[in-house]
Each structure stands twice: as structure tokens, then as C-alpha cells.
């Protein structure tokens, strides 16, 4: 399959899961164990296509990182055990490590506190021609703070900017934020992996009877289940408030992870044919360069022919 079949395929698979009309949006309108068209008899012929698009994946990035113009940041967050992790190992497998950052931002240090909200983040922005991935971002700062308010007192803000429309004026600030990134060429994309309750139960009691998954399990994660009520809300205000044509966010189904991961690659992919990146053409000078030394090459006497070492073994043994 072509790339740019692959993308068009990306395009209606990934195109119900965009939040376009925030002021609309409900999160509880959608269905964390939804696969589209898709059945779970489906499934193998899902990985094929995502082994498809992986590779088409593979050839927008190398021409992203060749044309060193543009840059992409994938915005990844979810309750605990929606599938991150394994989301981002999967899609990105086949992308050069070179031209691909990860950061995950846990909970801030006190270096991190004598800043604002955003400046860790700030400092882990990809460079030209790369893919930078943040696992969990600066949205935190509208989610687990807004559900526990005692973080936010602890973040020394002066009293006069703790208002009563703080949540409003940080989804301000990021919708902001992310239209600058978007000016000077960083484009934005954001997933919010939707899990449902029963299934991140399931995953969290795999997690504890599989001593191969108990390093994955921490106490605190049943602790901050009682909140998902709360979390649910902030969430879907996030959602609301900060999907923008700039920036949108997807809210990607994540009870079945081989739908999860499907849908995450074509939009990842879509992103990058949006970009349309091309490989650098040289100049004139650039290209007289190239054949002054092609000319150089040539006129130098071909290299000695070295002897097979298994043929020599061969002959040893014989």
C-alpha cells in the first residue's frame, strides 16, 4: 500500500475521535471500548495495518528529519493503566531513535517549583526536524492539581494569581502556548487514551497477581482511583476547553490496545503527511559540490578486492 493510500486510511479511522467542538464535548459520550468498524475478528488483520502504516510512518519521519524545518509534539495523557507506555513503545517502534525524544514528567522537583507550570516542559520541546513525546505535560497542571488542591498551594504562587477562574486562565495560557509552538513550526497533537473503569480495574489486578507486572503497580494508583469521578470531570474540562484546529486533542478509545495503538499511528501519520515533508534539494553550488566529488572518487584506483573469510575457513577445514 502506497503512503498515501495508508494516510487516507489514516484519515477515517482516526477522524470520529477528534474533538472539534469543545463547548459540546462530553467525555462520557464516548465509549472507551468502542473499535469503530472494526470487530475483535478484526484484530489480525489491525496489526497488519499497523505494521502498514508503521512503515509509512518511518518514511514521513525520515524526511522530516532530512528537511530539519518543521518539528512534531505528540501529547500524550490518560488515568493510570490506559496504555501509554505500550501505546507509545508500539507506534514509534519503527522510528530512527535519533529523529524521536520521549519525556515523561512525573511530579515536579523543587527546581521545577520555582518556575511556572510550563518552563519544564518548555525545556524538553523536539527540535527542528524531530518528534518530541511527552508523557503527561503540562496539562497535569489542570488535572491532578485541580483535583487535589493541596498541590496547588504548594506551588508558592502569589495570592493574587490563585483566582477563582485559574482553571480558565490556564486553559488560556496553553491555548496560547500551543498557537506560539504552532507559529514557529512545531505542530501539536494530543491524545487523551480513554479507558474505562472496569478495564483499568482489570488491568490493575493483572498488574498485581503477575509478578512480572508488579513493578508497574504502585499503592497510589488505587488511592487516586476513588477520585475518578473528579479526574472524569477535569478531564472532559480539559478536553473542552483546549481542543483547538491548531492543536486538536483525539479522545482515543483504549479499553482494546490494538485499536489504541491503530488509531494513535494514523494520526500520527495524517499529522506528518499534513507537514508534507521533503528530503532537501542541494543548490547549484551545492550540487557542483556533490559532482567534484563523485569526480574525485571515481578517478581514485579501485579498492583491492579483500578474500571472503568463509571461503578461507573453508578451505582450512578442507
Same mark, same amino acid.
Given at each position: 500500500?502506497?503512503? &498515501? @493510500?495508508?494516510?487516507? %486510511?489514516?484519515? +477515517?479511522?482516526?477522524?470520529?475521535?477528534?474533538?472539534?467542538?469543545? &463547548?459540546?464535548?462530553?467525555?462520557?459520550?464516548?465509549?472507551?471500548?468502542?473499535?469503530?468498524?472494526?470487530? /475483535?475478528?478484526? #484484530?489480525?488483520?489491525? #496489526?497488519? !495495518?499497523?505494521?502498514?502504516? =508503521?512503515?509509512a510512518l518511518t518514511e514521513l519521519q525520515d524526511m522530516l528529519y532530512?528537511?530539519?524545518?518543521?518539528?512534531?509534539?505528540? $501529547?500524550?495523557?490518560?488515568?493510570?493503566?490506559?496504555? #501509554?507506555?505500550?501505546?507509545? &513503545?508500539?507506534?514509534?517502534?519503527?522510528?530512527?531513535?535519533?529523529?524521536?525524544?520521549?519525556?515523561?514528567? &512525573?511530579?515536579?522537583? /523543587?527546581?521545577?517549583?520555582?518556575?511556572?507550570? =510550563?518552563?519544564?516542559?518548555?525545556?524538553?520541546?523536539?527540535?527542528?526536524? +524531530?518528534?518530541? $513525546?511527552?508523557?503527561? /505535560?503540562?496539562?497535569?497542571?489542570? =488535572?491532578?492539581?485541580?483535583?487535589?488542591?493541596?498541590?496547588?498551594?504548594?506551588?508558592?504562587?502569589? @495570592?493574587?494569581?490563585?483566582?477563582?477562574?485559574?482553571?480558565?486562565?490556564?486553559?488560556?495560557?496553553?491555548?496560547?502556548?500551543?498557537?506560539?509552538?504552532? +507559529?514557529?513550526?512545531?505542530?501539536?497533537? #494530543?491524545?487523551?487514551?480513554?479507558?474505562?473503569?472496569?478495564?483499568?480495574?482489570?488491568?490493575?489486578?493483572?498488574? $498485581?497477581? =503477575?509478578?512480572?507486572?508488579?513493578?508497574?503497580?504502585?499503592?497510589?494508583?488505587?488511592?487516586?482511583?476513588?477520585?475518578?469521578?473528579?479526574?472524569?470531570?477535569?478531564?472532559?474540562?480539559?478536553?473542552?476547553?483546549?481542543?483547538?484546529?491548531?492543536?486538536?486533542?483525539?479522545?482515543?478509545?483504549?479499553?482494546?490496545?490494538?485499536? !489504541?495503538? $491503530?488509531?494513535?499511528?494514523?494520526?500520527?501519520?495524517?499529522?506528518?503527511?499534513?507537514?508534507?515533508?521533503?528530503?532537501?534539494?542541494?543548490?547549484?553550488?551545492?550540487?557542483?559540490?556533490?559532482?567534484?566529488?563523485k569526480a574525485e572518487l571515481e578517478a581514485e584506483a579501485p579498492p583491492? %578486492? +579483500?578474500?571472503?573469510?568463509? @571461503?578461507?575457513?573453508? !578451505?582450512?577445514?578442507?
Amino acid at each position: 500500500m502506497k503512503t &498515501k @493510500e495508508v494516510i487516507e %486510511a489514516a484519515h +477515517r479511522l482516526s477522524k470520529p475521535y477528534r474533538v472539534r467542538n469543545g &463547548k459540546k464535548f462530553r467525555l462520557k459520550d464516548v465509549d472507551p471500548g468502542d473499535t469503530g468498524e472494526h470487530t /475483535s475478528e478484526d #484484530k489480525p488483520r489491525a #496489526k497488519e !495495518a499497523l505494521q502498514t502504516g =508503521l512503515g509509512a510512518l518511518t518514511e514521513l519521519q525520515d524526511m522530516l528529519y532530512g528537511q530539519d524545518r518543521w518539528s512534531l509534539l505528540l $501529547i500524550f495523557q490518560a488515568m493510570d493503566a490506559a496504555g #501509554k507506555d505500550g501505546t507509545i &513503545k508500539h507506534v514509534m517502534s519503527g522510528v530512527n531513535p535519533q529523529g524521536c525524544q520521549v519525556s515523561s514528567f &512525573k511530579a515536579p522537583t /523543587s527546581e521545577d517549583l520555582d518556575h511556572d507550570y =510550563l518552563w519544564r516542559c518548555q525545556k524538553a520541546l523536539p527540535e527542528r526536524g +524531530r518528534i518530541g $513525546i511527552f508523557n503527561r /505535560s503540562y496539562y497535569e497542571e489542570t =488535572l491532578v492539581v485541580r483535583v487535589h488542591p493541596e498541590f496547588l498551594a504548594g506551588q508558592k504562587l502569589p @495570592e493574587r494569581c490563585v483566582t477563582k477562574r485559574i482553571w480558565d486562565e490556564r486553559f488560556q495560557d496553553i491555548r496560547a502556548f500551543e498557537r506560539y509552538l504552532t +507559529r514557529n513550526g512545531t505542530i501539536v497533537r #494530543k491524545f487523551f487514551l480513554h479507558v474505562s473503569k472496569e478495564e483499568q480495574q482489570k488491568r490493575f489486578l493483572e498488574r $498485581i497477581d =503477575l509478578p512480572e507486572k508488579n513493578w508497574k503497580f504502585s499503592a497510589s494508583d488505587v488511592r487516586e482511583r476513588r477520585y475518578w469521578a473528579d479526574y472524569q470531570h477535569a478531564f472532559s474540562e480539559m478536553l473542552s476547553h483546549t481542543s483547538t484546529p491548531w492543536a486538536p486533542w483525539h479522545v482515543i478509545p483504549a479499553d482494546h490496545k490494538w485499536f !489504541a495503538r $491503530i488509531c494513535a499511528a494514523a494520526v500520527i501519520a495524517q499529522a506528518l503527511m499534513e507537514i508534507d515533508p521533503r528530503y532537501p534539494v542541494p543548490d547549484e553550488a551545492a550540487r557542483q559540490e556533490l559532482l567534484r566529488a563523485k569526480a574525485e572518487l571515481e578517478a581514485e584506483a579501485p579498492p583491492k %578486492a +579483500r578474500p571472503d573469510p568463509s @571461503e578461507a575457513n573453508a !578451505a582450512n577445514l578442507g
